[in-house]
């Protein structure tokens, strides 16, 4: 296994360039088992996740070639439909194959995705969908075995709980699905948005794309024409390196970054006295004179993003005065505290909020370890401005999310270095 040795306190300077975004590409990679067509993907981003869903696609029968982050993929000729426990285990957004495979074939067994560190991530909100659209679902020896008699029928669809892979599946399964589906309480992200402009793309009819209703007049089982498509910016991938501008106080530039993604986190960053300047595809932001603290609920886009608050935490320890932090969407998002509070952070947890007195304080550098992927870098961000060296054991979460962080961060004046655990 990999760790990161990084030593503190090093003020960054100049451009990164953003990769694509993994939350866009899974769902659309997904929507590949859909096509009738061989298709091209740009701006791919290579990254655990992505390897691993094309490894599952490749099992199921598709055919891909990879040029750096351009994609050449063939799904056409998916044999299979059978998603393995050793496969969704490693990557629960493996899911997604389960709308797609549903409607194209009218039958699939996918793995049950167990919880996993954050929260035990039910998946009841797709399953209740499928079945309101005509499929049987069993749950079997730990597999969703799901049918369906002919294509699955267009529905209308409440879910009691905003799901953004939830949303991704049924939009999917009603895009070859027989009648008109409507999706009520659907999730607004980004990544939801890509995926439906890609299938309108490809001939289907979706009205409300990014609203919290949307309506897809299904194709009855006829496969679609799928076009070629670049995958958006990675938004928090871009929120991450702004908070490694922010909390080392740099100026920082960040390329191929979509500011109209990044509403909640810019605003939060401005709060925290930072400035933000946009421009067409980068942002820049610049050094606080004071950091201030910053009072954050985690919510649904275009609220701030979970995905935000175990770097907004890291920052907030830098801050003068005590921020405020709840997470209300998963159940077990702060196992980056104890490691911040290793580094000589003061964060009080009682229940979904977490106090965090910042009063600029140091943090010192020391072991630490990852549990998920955005807590992972919530410690590389606080490796950053802490004194002296840290070690950050189990980077094999960061690797789910982010492409080549370290180097990343070393062409920006940090002291970041990749080394093997001894056995
Ligand atoms: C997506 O996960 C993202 N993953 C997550 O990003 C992100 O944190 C999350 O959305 C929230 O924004 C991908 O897009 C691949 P949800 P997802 O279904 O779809 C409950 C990262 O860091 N729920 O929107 O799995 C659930 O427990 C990852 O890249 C049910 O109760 O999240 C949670 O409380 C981490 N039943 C809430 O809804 C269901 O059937 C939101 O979950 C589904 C969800």
Known sequence: MDYLKVIGQKKLQGSVTISGAKNAALPLLAATILSKNKITIDNLPIVADIKTLLKLLEMLGSSYSLDKSMLQIDSTSISKTKATYDIVKTMRASILVLGPLLARFGHCEVSLPGGCAIGQRPVDL??????????????????????????????????????VTGTENIVMAAALAKGTTTIINAAKEP???????????????????????????????ELLN???????PDRIEAGTYLCAGAITNSILTIQNARADHLDAVLSKLE??????????????????????????????????????????????????GVSIIDETLFENRFMHVGELVRMGADITLN???????????????????????????????????????????????????????????????????RGKEKL
């Not at 399953?127 to 597999?143: D, F, H, R, T, V």
């Not at 439906?196 to 309506?215: F, P, R, S, Y």
């Open 271 to 320: 709060q925290m006295g930072f400035m933000i300047i946009k421009e067409n595809s980068s942002i820049t932001i610049l050094p606080a004179n004071r950091i201030k603290p910053v009072n954050i609920t985690t919510t649904e886009y275009p609220g701030f993003p979970t995905d935000m608050q175990a770097q907004f935490m890291a920052l907030a320890t830098m801050a003068d």
């Open 226 to 232: 799928m076009k070629d498509f670049t995958i958006i």
């Open 126 to 163: 797709h399953l209740k969908a499928l079945e309101q659209m005509g499929a049987k679902i069993e749950i079997k020896n730990g597999y969703i075995q799901a049918t369906t008699d002919g294509p699955l029928q267009g529905a209308k669809i409440i879910f009691d709980k905003i799901t």
């Open 191 to 221: 990544e939801v948005v890509q995926l439906c402009e890609v299938l309108k793309d490809a001939g289907v009819d979706i009205q409300g794309i990014g609203t919290n209703e949307i309506t897809i007049q299904g194709k009855n089982q």
């Open 351 to 417: 229940g979904t909020v977490a106090t965090i007195k910042g009063t600029p304080r140091m943090l010192y550098g020391a072991d630490v370890m990852a549990t998920d992927l955005r807590a992972s870098s919530a410690l590389v961000l606080a490796a950053l401005v802490a004194k002296g060296e840290t070690n950050i054991h189990r980077i094999y979460h960061l690797d789910r999310g982010y492409n080549k962080l370290e180097e990343k961060l070393t062409n920006l004046g940090a002291s970041i270095l």
